[in-house]
């Protein structure tokens, strides 16, 4: 998290100066498509992945945290009278908190579903007539025999070795598929933007607390 949060730390006052000079609507326009970007790269990344390989990512993805949530805070109350900000504040607080607690809900419930899709798909092809399969279980028990292990218990290990390695296939092509999700969900609010009124001439970013 630390690349998205330095991303992000960064980005919050630059995009506050620019809130006042640019349309707020393209603003949030190009952190919505940066989100996207991010989570289409991280769509694509394999259990042999690094730091490097989601630094990126993540750093895109915390500049585009500023893009959206500077913007969107403007547009919000730009037309709420000075007397009633501070309801509406509590009120779009309120809203964001709830909408990120059913978001997390959904990628959670979606990444275990596809998991589950995913184990069944893999595990169809551990059997006896696929030779792949075959040949590395028996260089598992091989391996595990050269160690010490009797036939029976060495069959076990390899048997769970490979249980081991479908899961952990499993889990990171769930996490490609939530990411996919999540960048098809950004690309799918761009029209949206188009229903926001611009803010009035010299509105300044209103931060949201």
């Given at each position: 998290?630390?690349?998205?949060?330095?991303?992000?730390?960064?980005?919050?006052?630059?995009?506050?100066?620019?809130?006042?000079?640019?349309?707020?609507?393209?603003?949030?326009?190009?952190?919505?498509?940066?989100?996207?970007?991010?989570?289409?790269?991280?769509?694509?990344?394999s259990l042999n992945v690094g730091f490097w390989n989601f630094s990126g990512p993540l750093m895109l993805q915390g500049a585009a945290l500023g893009l959206v949530f500077v913007p969107l805070t403007t547009v919000t109350n730009d037309p709420i009278p000075k007397e009633q900000m501070g309801n509406?504040?509590?009120?779009?607080?309120?809203?964001?908190?709830?909408?990120?607690?059913?978001?997390?809900?959904?990628?959670?419930?979606?990444?275990?579903?596809?998991?589950?899709?995913?184990?069944?798909?893999?595990?169809?092809?551990?059997?006896?007539?696929?030779?792949?399969?075959?040949?590395?279980?028996?260089?598992?028990?091989?391996?595990?025999?050269?160690?010490?292990?009797?036939?029976?218990?060495?069959?076990?290990?390899?048997?769970?070795?490979?249980?081991?390695?479908?899961?952990?296939?499993?889990?990171?092509?769930?996490?490609?598929?939530?990411?996919?999700?999540?960048?098809?969900?950004?690309?799918?609010?761009?029209?949206?933007?188009?229903?926001?009124?611009?803010?009035?001439?010299?509105?300044?970013?209103?931060?949201?607390?």
């Amino acid at each position: 998290n630390l690349p998205r949060g330095l991303a992000s730390f960064l980005a919050m006052p630059f995009v506050g100066f620019l809130v006042g000079k640019v349309d707020p609507r393209k603003l949030l326009g190009a952190g919505l498509l940066f989100s996207a970007v991010a989570m289409y790269r991280l769509s694509h990344l394999s259990l042999n992945v690094g730091f490097w390989n989601f630094s990126g990512p993540l750093m895109l993805q915390g500049a585009a945290l500023g893009l959206v949530f500077v913007p969107l805070t403007t547009v919000t109350n730009d037309p709420i009278p000075k007397e009633q900000m501070g309801n509406a504040t509590s009120i779009f607080n309120l809203m964001r908190n709830i909408g990120a607690s059913i978001g997390i809900s959904m990628v959670e419930t979606l990444q275990f579903r596809n998991q589950q899709t995913h184990i069944n798909a893999l595990a169809k092809n551990i059997n006896p007539a696929n030779l792949q399969a075959r040949q590395m279980i028996d260089g598992l028990r091989g391996a595990f025999m050269a160690n010490g292990a009797d036939a029976a218990t060495a069959t076990k290990r390899a048997y769970a070795a490979v249980w081991g390695m479908v899961q952990r296939q499993a889990a990171m092509l769930s996490y490609n598929d939530v990411f996919l999700f999540l960048a098809m969900m950004f690309l799918a609010m761009f029209p949206f933007i188009l229903l926001m009124r611009r803010p009035k001439a010299g509105a300044g970013a209103v931060m949201a607390h």
